[in-house]
């Protein structure tokens, strides 16, 4: 008698919640209920925020970290020793760059970093400038790069990248590169051995060269995509006012989106919790089809530097249809006064699946109405075994 009315109490319930909608339903009963997977969500704002994994979880990208403002700096190393790149160029330790203003954040909280852009050079000298990786290390996650400015110019080799431990084994991510007046960002991958681009990969980039990433090969520039849009590096870039690069790096691959000012979407301007999967093609990325992405890549540290001709910037410069050489464009420093970045933040996300023990107030479940007859002939069911007492 106590098991039916309790059993009528539950349908009564159920067919409640049919029509109520409960806020955080799922995160309170969802483990109980036997058919959870023909729930559908409902959200009370049309933001989209929730994302699905090929598994089915669904999941947020949530705030991790936050660079910006005048506390920028404080969780950066700086790298003050030689150029791995061979750049004419001399990396200031950290103390220097802020006594001699190669790094500061202004008082509308915009952070600086550039290349010497006041000293002339005799034939031969390095122009001093900055390279600096963050403490933090990440394994996946969502980067979020707002710039107003990023360095370009003749002889100029900027990147903001990120990078792992034993070259090239922990993998190596270029996110914004290129060299000159590019106008062309170019997104480039280095792995140990056994990583592949798919072509006919659904990006909106051009592969540049080879496929294989492998950087234990000699010579192997590695695997690079550059971007279509010419406001994606260097000069239109910066006149656009900038914009934001995003990397997106988790099991279903390592993906770049640009976007200048005008374009930059809601979400990511909100940054409460950004959404990739409404942004379109990404313009590169590197799918799990051809790489291993956990086993190529952890452990990476964010990077960014200015280095000055070197293996790129100096190999490519006789075709750059840039003046003269680049020994003798390295010497004045009004060559550079577009070689600097100018940064509103840095923000890095990670993935967090939806389980039990999240609850979300805005987040509303109700039934799916394909067990809506069900329920009713449940209820049904109890009535009459009641009625039937
Ligand atoms: C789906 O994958 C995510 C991330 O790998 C994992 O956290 C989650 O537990 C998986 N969900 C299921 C139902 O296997
Ligand atoms: C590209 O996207 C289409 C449509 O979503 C899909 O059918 C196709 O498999 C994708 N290609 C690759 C290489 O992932
Ligand atoms: C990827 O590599 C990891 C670590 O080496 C391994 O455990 C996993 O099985 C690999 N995944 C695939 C799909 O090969
Ligand atoms: C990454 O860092 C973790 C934690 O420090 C460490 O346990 C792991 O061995 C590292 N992985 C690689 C490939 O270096
Ligand atoms: C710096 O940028 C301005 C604006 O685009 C441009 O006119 C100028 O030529 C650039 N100078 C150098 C040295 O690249
Ligand atoms: C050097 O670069 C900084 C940062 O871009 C700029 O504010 C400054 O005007 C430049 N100085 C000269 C002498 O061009």
């Not at 009528?8 to 483990?31: D, N």
């Not at 990476?300 to 100096?314: L, P």
């Not at 809506?372 to 007492?389: E, K």
Request: aromatic share 12%.
């Amino acid at each position: 008698m106590y098991c039916k009315l309790l059993l009528s109490l539950v349908a009564l319930l159920f067919l409640a919640l049919q029509t109520t909608a409960l806020p955080g339903f799922r995160s309170s009963l969802g483990s109980l209920v036997p058919w959870e997977t023909s729930l559908e969500k409902r959200q009370l704002d049309n933001s989209n925020k929730f994302e699905t994994e090929n598994n089915g979880s669904e999941f947020l990208w949530l705030i991790q970290d936050t660079y910006e403002g005048q506390s920028f700096f404080d969780r950066w190393s700086f790298f003050s020793q030689g150029d791995p790149t061979h750049g004419q160029v001399s990396f200031v330790d950290q103390q220097t760059a802020f006594d001699t203003g190669l790094a500061y954040v202004t008082a509308d909280n915009i952070v600086v970093m550039k290349g010497d852009n006041t000293t002339w050079l005799a034939a031969g000298q390095v122009r001093s400038s900055v390279r600096i990786s963050s403490v933090t290390q990440y394994t996946t996650g969502l980067f979020i790069l707002d710039l107003n400015r990023a360095p370009w110019g003749c002889g100029v080799w900027p990147a903001f990248w990120t990078c792992g431990p034993n070259w090239p084994y922990g993998g190596e991510i270029d996110v914004l590169e290129g060299v000159h007046d590019n106008e062309h960002n170019q997104v480039t991958w280095h792995t140990g051995p056994g990583c592949n681009l798919t072509p006919n990969d659904n990006f909106t980039g051009t592969i540049v060269g080879t496929l294989d990433c492998d950087g234990t090969v000699s010579g192997n520039p590695g695997c690079g995509i550059t971007e279509w849009s010419r406001a994606s590096y260097g000069p239109y870039f910066d006149s656009q006012q900038g914009g934001v690069y995003a990397m997106k790096w988790d099991d279903e691959g390592i993906a770049v989106y640009n976007f200048y000012r005008a374009a930059i979407p809601q979400d990511i301007t909100d940054g409460q919790s950004p959404n990739p999967s409404t942004w379109g093609e990404p313009a590169a990325q590197l799918s799990p089809a051809g790489c291993n992405i956990s086993k190529f890549f952890s452990n990476h540290s964010i990077i960014f530097d200015i280095t000055f001709c070197g293996d790129w910037a100096g190999n490519s410069y006789a075709t750059s249809g840039c003046p003269g050489t680049c020994a003798e464009r390295i010497m004045d420093p009004s060559n550079f006064v577009n070689a600097s970045w100018s940064i509103n933040s840095l923000k890095v996300y990670q993935k967090t699946v939806l389980t039990g023990s999240i609850s979300d107030a805005k987040r509303t479940i109700a039934l799916d109405t394909r067990v809506v007859p069900l329920i009713t002939c449940a209820l049904m069911l109890t009535m009459l075994a009641l009625v039937g007492l």
